[in-house]
């Protein structure tokens, strides 16, 4: 990095991936002179350490970026769309969490495995994209750029907290009234805000985020469109199926792959993914190793395994892929760009 110190601020400082956000910026001593802790009026007020001292969280509004020359925001896509081109205004570089700005044009959405040089282009807003995705393309880039690839059919084991700190209160709230034998009336999930709540704990739900007129789910078709995006392939075939399970935290995705070539071993996938950078390849069906959500939490990798071959289709592969939704899916990919944009000397 270039030496310097930044003013950073975090917007949506104690929500579930803020509180991350903070965390990691702390744990990979990421070069700040000032921050500034920024959420909406009812958490404003709260206290938050960082690196052995107090913060006051104060309230976003546009006069708090005064000075800020990096903003991460997770505080929802609204939040996003009002105040991130006031940040951008007042001189900051914006990496945005929701899904606000994600398919604008103008907007890179960068996943630094994949599509680091993106950041170039930036006009003051980048993108962070969606946890699913962003695991799955950190996985998949390295066979793309070796064999090629055509099509990507997924299906996610989605975690509670991507849903928030109230959702994840009601699965364990929830899980213990199944216990004791007594009624929970479900309210957040699948989709707060939503016509109908179905229970969480001992079930799965394959609704993550609203309906659309196609019959896939936003969140389905966010993993397609960005997928494409981030991969700067138009013409790739991306189908995804998600579902929400009542695990913590650590989302699973199973996905089938076709890619360009059809003399391609297991063994050479599995020494491809072994190399690849953010990736750690845990497959060996022998001894029962394989990764789990559970595993999987607290690291900032995508973990890989169960590659095999498929029975029929010579270029097509199968694989389970890992890893923790808040961090790469989140704030570790949010504060690793930060990195970028310094090594690049994008952030000044
Ligand atoms: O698009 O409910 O960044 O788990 C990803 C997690 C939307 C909500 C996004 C969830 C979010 C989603």
């Avoid at 997928?227 to 700067?232: D, G």
Wanted: charged share 20%; net charge negative; aromatic share 6%.
């Amino acid at each position: 990095m270039s030496g310097k110190n930044y003013h950073v601020a975090v917007v949506g400082a104690t929500g579930a991936v803020g509180q991350q956000m903070i965390k990691t910026l702390e744990e990979r001593d990421f070069p700040i002179s000032t921050l500034t802790l920024l959420s909406s009026s009812r958490s404003a007020g709260k206290k938050v350490t960082f690196k052995g001292q107090e913060l006051t969280v104060k309230e976003a509004n546009p006069e708090a970026f005064e000075g800020v020359q990096l903003a991460l925001f997770s505080a929802g896509g609204s939040v996003s769309k009002a105040l991130a081109p006031e940040a951008v205004k007042h001189g900051a570089i914006v990496v945005d969490n929701t899904s606000a700005f994600r398919m604008d044009p103008e907007v890179p959405l960068v996943v630094p495995e994949v599509n680091e040089g993106d950041l170039n282009d930036h006009k003051g807003i980048i993108a962070n994209p969606n946890c699913s995705t962003i695991q799955m393309v950190a996985a998949l880039e390295p066979l793309k750029q070796t064999y090629g690839l055509s099509k990507i059919i997924v299906s996610t084991y989605q975690a509670v907290s991507g849903a928030g700190a109230n959702a994840v209160t009601e699965m364990k709230e929830q899980s213990q009234a199944v216990l004791n034998g007594e009624n929970y009336e479900p309210q957040i999930l699948p989709v707060k805000g939503d016509k109908k709540h179905y229970p969480i704990a001992f079930n799965a739900i394959p609704q993550i985020d609203v309906f659309e007129e196609n019959g896939f789910t936003y969140e389905e078709m966010k993993m397609i469109n960005e997928t494409k995006k981030i991969m700067h392939d138009a013409e790739l075939h991306v189908a995804a199926t998600c579902v929400r399970l009542p695990i913590e935290t650590g989302h699973a995705e199973s996905v089938y792959v076709e890619i360009g070539q059809e003399d391609v071993s297991v063994e050479d996938v599995k020494a491809l993914l072994k190399n690849a950078p953010g990736v750690t390849l845990k497959d060996d069906p022998a001894n029962q190793v394989y990764p789990m959500p559970v595993d999987a939490v607290g690291k900032s990798d995508v973990f890989v395994g169960r590659i095999r071959k498929d029975l029929n289709q010579k270029n097509g592969f199968h694989m389970w892929i890992v890893s923790d939704n808040l961090l790469k899916g989140a704030a570790w990919n949010s504060v690793q760009i930060a990195e970028s944009l310094a090594a690049l000397n994008i952030l000044k």
